[in-house]
């Protein structure tokens, strides 16, 4: 499951869940969306397979936009464009 | 770290009320939380008691998970070295959070949607750090149980060598505490007369323990649940059509259930204040109503749990009252 990210992606925060466990990565994405302004990209390193499926249904659920996501050996690398109205 | 000077003091001396450590004040046979008859609310001729669970010394019927909670995970080594997590509506955790500071610890409670901002408040008070979690939090599986997921999720992350979950909803202590204190204060009050118990759905930690109590004293005790609207606002009851079964929910000792609409019991709340001058939080106000919705004989007694104050609710009640009470020009 991967989607590339634009290779001109300018990423303005990473937050790495690494080692945590679902739905922690989803709660802390969220805290962490919330102090960037729309259009703002926000770089999420997860290493629990659940992700795969929350964090793309989270983006979707607020109005933010999965650019890009690489599913490499166990840990998961997803690039959220914070939406307008989030 | 806070300094200990017990000794320096006059000692614990309970038929004075005084007390050397506030844990003392837990309740328990010898030190149980009152039963006080309602006179005024009733249309009818009834021994209806509300056991008033908001003198205990944190404020709520949830002291006394608490306390066994805690004691539980001491006793099993879960507490060394690890602070204290918690999924809660406030008032196990603010429970927890006094006994947690008394032993040194920490408390991060992941509470719910639609928890008043006074409990919030009361809790950063205590020390414990509080996550506010959306009930919705887990997008794919979301039953509305998200406070209790991120409890978890916590509790499992780093190897478990942080945290220790309290886990009210799947501990037997939290039924230990009721069926080893309330259920006997209840019995000995009641001098064995008791013969309808109403509580709500929650943790079921109540309704689990009193239940098993009672009806060992006497199998024809009632047993009458109180469960909430799906999308209800009364803290602290839990609808289990959005809501996942507690583990130490024991059906078995529950005569009936009964369902509750919000309206009704924020009336009933009203009248509790204003008519008996019991100043009860809503979810006492649900079981009134729902313990004077059942055809119960003249002459049996009747006890309904009065889980927290109505303090815990001002912001509600003010949205409630809008412009009520205030000078008209």
């Not at chain 1, 922690?24 to 960037?36: F, I, M, R």
């Not at chain 2, 929910?249 to 019991?278: C, F, K, Q």
Request: with cysteine; aromatic share 6%; glycine share 10%.
């Amino acid at each position: 499951m991967t989607q590339p990210a634009p290779t001109d992606l300018k990423v303005a925060d990473t937050l790495d869940c690494s080692g945590l466990l679902c739905p922690l990565p989803v709660y802390k994405t969220a805290l962490a969306l919330g102090t960037l302004s729309p259009g703002d990209v926000l770089e999420l390193i997860c290493t629990d397979p659940g992700s795969l499926e929350d964090i793309p249904a989270m983006a979707r659920q607020r109005g933010d936009t999965l650019v890009g996501l690489e599913d490499r050996k166990g840990t998961q690398i997803f690039w959220i464009e914070k939406g307008r109205s989030t | 770290m806070t300094t200990d000077l017990r000794e320096a003091t006059l000692g614990t001396n309970a038929s004075l009320r005084r007390h050397d450590d506030v844990r003392e004040l837990l309740p328990g046979v010898a030190n149980p939380t009152p039963l006080v008859r309602l006179n005024h609310v009733p249309d009818r001729p009834l021994d209806l008691y509300l056991k008033l669970e908001w003198l205990n010394p944190f404020g709520s019927v949830k002291d006394r998970a608490a306390a066994y909670l805690l004691d539980g995970l001491r006793r099993r080594g879960r507490l060394d070295g690890r602070e204290l997590v918690e999924a809660s509506s406030g008032n196990t955790a603010i429970a927890l959070a006094a006994l947690a500071n008394l032993e040194g610890t920490r408390l991060t409670v992941t509470i719910p949607d639609g928890v008043p901002e006074e409990k919030k408040v009361l809790l950063r008070m205590l020390g414990a750090e509080v996550w506010e979690t959306p009930d919705d939090l887990c997008p794919v599986d979301h039953p509305k149980d998200g406070a209790i997921a991120l409890a978890r999720s916590l509790a499992a992350s780093e190897g478990g060598t942080r945290y220790a979950l309290a886990n009210q909803y799947e501990n037997p202590d939290n039924v230990r505490a009721h069926y080893e204190t309330t259920g006997p204060e209840i019995w000995s009050q009641t001098e064995g007369r008791i013969r309808w118990f109403f509580a709500g759905f929650g943790t079921c930690g109540t309704l689990t323990g009193v239940g098993r109590y009672l009806k060992e004293r006497d199998p024809a005790v009632r047993i009458v649940a109180i469960e909430p609207q799906p999308g209800h606002r009364l803290p602290g009851l839990k609808s289990f059509a959005e809501a996942k079964e507690p583990g130490i929910l024991d059906r078995s000792v529950i005569d009936e259930v009964l369902r509750v609409d919000d309206e009704p019991a924020y009336a009933m709340t009203e009248r509790l204040w204003s008519e008996e001058s019991l100043m009860a939080g809503p979810s006492t106000g649900a079981i009134v109503h729902a313990a004077l919705q059942v055809d119960i004989p003249a002459g049996d007694v009747v006890v309904g749990i009065s889980p927290d104050s109505g303090r815990n609710y001002v912001s509600y009640f003010a949205e409630r009252l809008g412009d009520r009470g205030l000078p008209q020009i």
